[in-house]
């Protein structure tokens, strides 16, 4: 089967840098997506990583190893309003889905 | 600014009712997409139109019916839902719909139905 595994919740600080993992179980592959969703607002796109590597767009990052099926977005100096659920998503070539990890809730303390 | 529109924004219908969904972009994307989602939960794929054609229909019941009558518009009629339709029915739209094309995807504010 198809299946992305994120861990459900994560909680940090705010200032700190966080890590959210993605590992990937799929029968093609063309890419690896990171979209963000605040409570009651829709998915908006962070980055995509079609190769092995770090992308960096301002205070998110998003890293892939194809090897290992694995990837994870990079948050730096968390805000508050970075609170929110970050899902995974990979373009396969099973009937060109896109397939959604179930998400991590990302918890900003003070 | 959102580049997909969605209308109306919230709905509250009775389960007789029929009402329509509607979706818009101009960013020239040749696929279109309804999901539904409900709380803490990933987006759930409905159907896929690429070129305007339906391409992928998730089994979806046929209480929902898509509709795209030009390459930018995406329209989804709704007619006798059930209660547990009650969700967030989101559109997006990507360049394309096969999978060196499908991401990213640029979604909508989302349609928050309620099913009474």
């Known amino acids: 089967g198809q299946s992305l595994e994120q861990p459900s919740e994560v909680t940090a600080v705010e200032g700190a840098i966080v890590q959210m993992n993605c590992t990937y179980q799929t029968s093609g592959f063309y890419g690896l997506s990171w979209y963000q969703q605040h409570d009651g607002g829709a998915p908006t796109f962070l980055s995509y990583?079609?190769?092995?590597g770090l992308e960096e767009t301002g205070r998110f990052s998003s890293f892939l190893s194809r090897s290992d099926s694995y990837g994870y977005l990079l948050l730096q100096e968390l805000q508050m309003k970075d609170s929110a659920s970050y899902f995974c998503?990979?373009?396969?070539?099973?009937?060109?889905?896109?397939?959604f990890g179930k998400g991590t809730r990302l918890h900003i303390l003070p | 600014d959102t580049e997909v529109t969605q209308t109306p924004k919230h709905l509250v219908m009775g389960m007789t009712n029929k009402k329509s969904l509607k979706c818009e972009q101009h960013m020239g994307h040749r696929a279109m997409y309804w999901y539904k989602q409900k709380a803490k939960k990933p987006p759930e794929l409905m159907f896929v139109?690429?070129?305007?054609?339906?391409?992928i229909n998730e089994s979806v019941p046929s209480r929902f019916s898509p509709e795209c009558p030009n390459s930018s518009l995406l329209n989804l009629h709704l007619h006798a839902l059930q209660p547990e339709d009650s969700a967030l029915y989101l559109c997006?739209?990507?360049?394309?719909?096969?999978?060196?094309?499908?991401?990213?995807?640029?979604f909508g504010d989302g349609t928050r139905l309620s099913i009474l």
């Open positions: 139109y690429s070129y305007e054609k339906l391409s």
């Open positions: 990583n079609a190769l092995d």
């Open positions: 998503a990979v373009s396969g070539n099973r009937d060109d889905k896109i397939i």
């Open positions: 997006a739209s990507s360049q394309g719909s096969d999978s060196a094309f499908n991401q990213p995807q640029h």
